[in-house]
């Protein structure tokens, strides 16, 4: 067999110049295809980045936005603007004389007002990354093999 | 067209697109280099792939009990001018808008425009104004006018602003204004605070501020984490007490033309602060003025903990509650008044200089005579008794309350140098020691309460990402048995009914006492003025609120009795309705009736 190809390339050298050419093609498609995939990637990791960079903006702007609202609705509703707002509607402070006191047996007041939760935390109570953005193929299978066992 | 003539013209076609697109990349190249922005392109370049920036959680809020919003953070902007960027028509342009807007001198903006900042090294400025009282400070608008120069910027058609940035940023802000606002503190351009609860609670309101890298380029873009943030508070304050309070004292300063005072309304059971009123009020939202006046009297901002005085005869209440707990005298215990008693060769009179009379102790605290009170501390109490008792009531200490800048008060006991046997006749009615108004109610609020004192406070929840906690009432001591609390709680009652009319409420059993304190100078007591004040508790027999009423200097009446007693009647006939606290008796009823 190997004697029958050594006898044809002698026959028609032109079959070596094709054969060093189509490897040499068939590196060059490789390296294309890795190229383009490479620059496939990082074109798509930009755009991420760019959306990230973005994302972070708004939600500033937006915890600027909110903020704001609080503010205003706080302006809104003080105590003063109430008084006032109540004693354009007619009404004026009770006093003690003007009250019907009834004394109810086993009604419990509302519970007082709690604070809610300061808003920022870090990220990883924000709910943060997938693992599948942060680990290595190494650890990919750990985990894997780990959930078929049944370690976690 | 022939064949070849075809290919021609597509080879011609491709290399004059080519042609363009180099054109343009040298165009763009030559206008990054050189044009008006290669100024900000070079900074960049310079500072690298990314920049370390310090962020700062947002401050903490602050709720009164109720979860109305007492201090919040709003967004104000700072004008950043990018000196390199600016031309000679966009100087003009925002030097004439600004002044426009902010109604600012032109002239100060355009020097500012003009000045040569990039000599100096600085290629990016903050405006500034000038303050009359502190001097140049930072230019800050607020969303209103924020919102018009973004539009000025966005718009081809509008004035040149090129060079302007407007930066955001953020502010305290205090949605009630002046309400609460000693109580409250301030917070400075630079997000520090300063006094009350502001100043007290300033390291867990502010957070903790991180560094994070910000990448200039998307693909090394990553998820920064949050800086740790600043805990929420719910105050012990309600907002409408507190406004009750305010307009309380507003009046009566008004009606005794006093020149400033303080209201106090505290649950006695568990030193809960439910509003602590100050004139002259302070709004947070406009502190500058404020800092000027502290420089004079520290005590300025935050008077109701650090605004000592001698408190005259709501003192007594301290002395004769000592005694009645030492088993010294009795209620009904006859003193016979001839109105002069020496004590260390100090001779000691009344405040009307006559003679009573044989008194019962009721009567002593009645008429609030300072020769039995005298004749009490000195000869049936006898100093160390006497010092004991007010050590374990807490005068001359801190209370300890959650708010910045408290100060002790002063007493001399005997141990100290200065002190003379004559104090121990004059302390009995509250002259030569000073108290702050809130040690004199805490001390007060201890009789209030069975003898039990409890540390007062303005901090009733903390909310952190962590979780919520309620700091526990903390007692302070018991300086008096039950029974003397209450003994003397009924013998001030009665009084209150008595020639303290101005304070009593329908329906409601109250105590009280009086004081008319002289003010000390350094030539010996001021003839002319006083510090009028009551403290008050009710309703009996299971107190719920204690207030205490103090006005400096009233110039329509000297007398406690006269200018406090009926803003002490005027607060509690509505707190009785905020607190929900009928007149006795009330009717039961059956529950889902």
Known sequence: ?152 | MTNQGFRRGRVYGVMVAMGLVGAGLIVQLIRVQFGPYAPVFDARERAGNARSERVRPARGLIYDRDGVLLATNGTMYYIEIEVRQLTETSRKEIASVLSKLLVLPVDDLYAQLTYEWAANGQFRIRLTRDDPLLGRLPIRLDTTVATVLKEFLADPLAPDMTGLDLVPTSQRHYPNGPLAGHILGIVNQEGEGFFGVEGYYDDWLSGKAITVERTFLPPDARLEPDPPAGVNLVLTIDADIQQLAEIALSEAIDESESESGQIIVMDPRNGEILAMAAWPTLDPNDYEPWLVKAEDDESAITPAVAAQYEPGSTFKVVTMASALSAGAVQPNDVFVDTGLIEVGGVPIRNWDYGAWGPQTMIGCMRYSLNVCLAWVSSQKLGASTFYNYLTEFGVGQLTGIDLAGEVAGQLRTPRHPEWTESDLGTNAFGQGVSVTPIQLITAAAAVANGGVMVQPHVVLEVASPQGTYRPRSVVLGRPVSPEAAQTLTGMLAESLEGETRQAAVVGYQLAGKTGTAQIPGEKGYDPKWTIASFVGWGPLPDPQFIVLVRLDRPKSSPWGSVVAAPVFQEVVERLVVYLDLPPSPAVPMAAGG
């Open chain 1, 1 to 152: 067999m190997r004697q029958a190809r050594t006898q044809a390339f002698r026959q028609a050298p032109w079959r070596i110049a094709r054969q060093s050419t189509g490897r040499t093609l068939l590196g060059l498609v490789v390296v294309l295809v890795v190229a383009g995939m490479y620059l496939a990637v990082n074109a798509r990791l930009a755009e991420a980045g760019r959306e990230l960079l973005r994302l972070e903006d708004r939600r500033e702007e937006l915890i600027r936005e909110t903020s704001v609202l609080g503010a205003t609705l706080a302006d809104l509703t003080t105590p003063n603007r109430m008084l006032e707002r109540a004693a354009s509607m007619g009404f004026h402070p009770a006093h003690a004389k003007d009250i019907e006191y009834l004394v109810i047996e086993g009604y419990a007041p509302p519970s007082g007002f709690h604070a809610p939760a300061p808003i920022g935390s870090p990220v990883a109570q924000r709910g943060g990354l997938s693992p599948a953005y942060t680990e290595t193929l190494a650890e990919w299978m750990v985990r894997l093999v780990e959930e078929v066992r049944g370690v976690r």
